[in-house]
């Protein structure tokens, strides 16, 4: 073969196929862009695709992210729950064991509950029986306390009974004593804010003690006074009264009394005897006071013990008198100046013939009598008090007993007691005996007045009279004249009392040491009551005491006046009687020396 044909053929041969690799590149192209057109389609749709893919992804994406998120809240919430429940279980499981556990605890408590009330119980039992051994054995001793304060209140008071009998048997003089309370006027010029204080004027120095005793305490001494009663500042003037009380009945049964308030000053006689000054008119009237002293009191008893005897059978009758300067003078007569005199009688008797003597028939005329006396009864006004009393105050209350059987209506008489009558009224002296027995001199111009004015029995009639006769006396009070700030004409007022005073326990002294001579005439006082000291009647002395140190020596004074007094005896007292009362009257300056020397040497 050539070489240039072959290649020819074999270029055309190439290019042949070139052009048929051409066409078929050709081919191929336009079937690849078809495909690539349709891929674009395809790649399009597949985009929007895509896209709404994605967008349902994102809502999908957020959907799942929102299931997400509650899926998680849900977890949490159950891992809350889980967490929850499991401590729920825990708590009834502990719960569960509680309540198997606790009913076996319950029991074990329950047993312990019931042995400690049963230990509890026996105590108890123990402790009651306990109990009602001791309430026994306390009620045992209250019963025994109860028995020997009866026991002791028996003994006391037959103690006392005794003790009255032996005073009535040696005659002696009792003597009680009251504390009055402090007063704004014991400040005296001190400042009153020091009222009561230690160591100023009105410090408290004299102190009950009890119903016996009283005691002066100072800075240099403690003494203790011993008197039948003693009360205390809180005591009011019904306890005072109780005591005297049962004096009265023995009026009536024929003895004489005297009741006496012996005090300084301002101590409370006053206030003791008639009662409070702040009482207009020391209470006149009818019904009972509380505030009423022992005369109102006194007069409203001897009433009431009247009133139960047979009607008539007692009459009474006052007279008020005072003692002023040494001179005794008249409070229910016309001429209150005019002076009396106590006369003595042949037979010895003491006499005030001139005396008024009115008739009474209540209290309020016994006190419309006190009263008018008062009213001319000299007072002043001290710097101790404003009511200063300058005189001895005497209220006589005489009873005459017209009764026919009067032993029939009082007690028997004692075997020594000489029983006879007399007529009533008549003027034979041995018709009228125990008007001369009488202690005081008023006497007989009493029994003049009542045995004259009496209705008199027919002839032949055996009525007894008997007369009996109650003194309640008000001394004035002693007093330090400095203390009391008077001069002039109160001076000699004062000078007037503190004689008589003295006068009085001069007597005593003399009595209680049984001397011959009883100096009863040194004063107008102690003579018009000298029957009631030295003679026969029952006497109480009331003394009344201040209880502040400015009247210290005062009250020693005072309270050694009454020591004085109980030591007199005078020999029993000795009760009226109708036949035998002459006969005493003009014995009893020579009976008196039985019952001791003081007795018998009274100077008439
Ligand atoms: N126990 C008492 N309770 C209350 N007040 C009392 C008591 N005792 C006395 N008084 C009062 O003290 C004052 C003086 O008393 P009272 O006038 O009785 O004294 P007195 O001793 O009679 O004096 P004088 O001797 O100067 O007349 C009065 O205001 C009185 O009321």
Do not use: W
Not at 292 to 300: D, L
Not at 467 to 475: E, P
Not at 551 to 571: H, K, M, W
Not at 590 to 596: A, C, E, F, K
């Amino acid at each position: 073969m050539p070489l240039g044909i072959d290649r020819s053929h074999f270029l055309a041969d190439k290019v042949k196929k070139l052009e048929k690799e051409a066409t078929t590149k050709d081919e191929r192209i336009a079937a690849l862009e078809t495909e690539n057109a349709m891929l674009y389609l395809k790649l399009a749709q597949l985009r929007s695709m895509l896209q709404s893919t994605r967008e349902e992804v994102s809502v999908l994406q957020s959907q799942y992210e929102t299931e997400l998120q509650f899926k998680q809240s849900v977890a949490e919430s159950a891992f809350k729950f889980k967490q929850e429940l499991d401590q729920i279980r825990r708590q009834a499981s502990s719960l569960q064991k509680v309540a198997i556990d606790l009913p076996q605890q319950f029991q074990k408590e329950l047993t312990n509950a019931n042995s400690v009330i049963q230990r509890q119980k026996h105590m108890f039992l123990s402790q009651s029986s306990s109990m009602s051994t001791l309430q026994d054995q306390l009620n045992h001793l209250q019963d025994t306390l109860q028995d020997i304060t009866e026991r002791h209140d028996k003994e006391k008071k037959r103690r006392q009974e005794l003790h009255n009998i032996l005073m009535e048997l040696r005659g002696n003089i009792r003597v009680h004593c009251r504390i009055r309370p402090l007063m704004e006027f014991d400040c005296g010029s001190d400042d009153t804010v020091t009222f009561g204080r230690p160591g100023t004027k009105s410090e408290v120095v004299v102190h009950y003690v009890d119903e016996e005793n009283i005691c002066v305490r100072t800075t240099k001494h403690n003494k203790v006074f011993e008197y039948e009663r003693v009360y205390s500042p809180s005591e009011g003037q019904d306890q005072v009264f109780d005591e005297v009380q049962p004096m009265l009945t023995s009026l009536l049964d024929g003895y004489n009394i005297c009741i006496m308030a012996y005090g300084q000053t301002g101590s409370g006689k006053t206030h003791t005897m008639l009662g409070s000054h702040k009482n207009e008119d020391y209470n006149l009237t009818t019904d009972p006071h509380p505030e009423e002293g022992v005369i109102p009191r006194a007069t409203r008893e001897l009433f009431r013990l009247i009133s139960e005897k047979p009607p008539d059978s007692y009459t009474l009758e006052v007279s008020v008198v005072e003692i002023y300067n040494n001179d005794i003078r008249d409070l229910l007569s016309n001429d209150s100046s005019a002076k009396h005199d106590v006369i003595t009688g042949a037979d010895g008797s003491l006499n005030l013939p001139t005396l008024t003597s009115k008739p009474v028939e209540t209290v309020h005329d016994v006190m419309r009598m006190v009263q008018y006396g008062l009213r001319t009864r000299r007072e002043t006004a001290t710097l101790v008090h404003e009511h200063s009393s300058r005189s001895h105050l005497v209220v006589s209350l005489t009873l005459t007993s017209q009764a026919p059987d009067f032993f029939s209506l009082n007690k028997p008489p004692t075997p020594t007691q000489e029983i006879s009558t007399g007529s009533v009224g008549g003027r034979d002296r041995k018709a009228r005996p125990q008007s001369v027995t009488m202690s005081s001199s008023s006497l007989s111009s009493l029994v003049d007045q009542s045995t004259n004015s009496r209705e008199s029995p027919g002839p032949g009639s055996t009525a007894a009279v008997i007369r009996t006769k109650l003194q309640l006396v008000d001394l004035a009070g002693s007093e330090c004249v400095g203390m009391s700030g008077v001069t002039g004409a109160a001076l000699r007022e004062a000078s007037h009392i503190n004689k008589s005073l003295s006068a009085l326990a001069d007597v005593l002294g003399a009595l209680a040491e049984h001397r011959s001579h009883v100096p009863y005439r040194n004063s107008r006082l102690t003579h018009l009551l000298q029957d009631s000291i030295g003679g026969d009647a029952k006497l109480l002395v009331l003394l009344c005491v201040a209880p502040a140190q400015r009247y210290i020596t005062e009250t020693s004074q005072c309270l050694g006046f009454g020591q004085r007094a109980r030591q007199v005896q005078r020999g029993p007292t000795k009760r009226r009687l109708p036949s035998s009362a002459e006969k005493v009257g003009a014995e009893s300056v020579h009976q008196r020396p039985r019952s001791g020397p003081s007795l018998g040497q009274s100077p008439r």
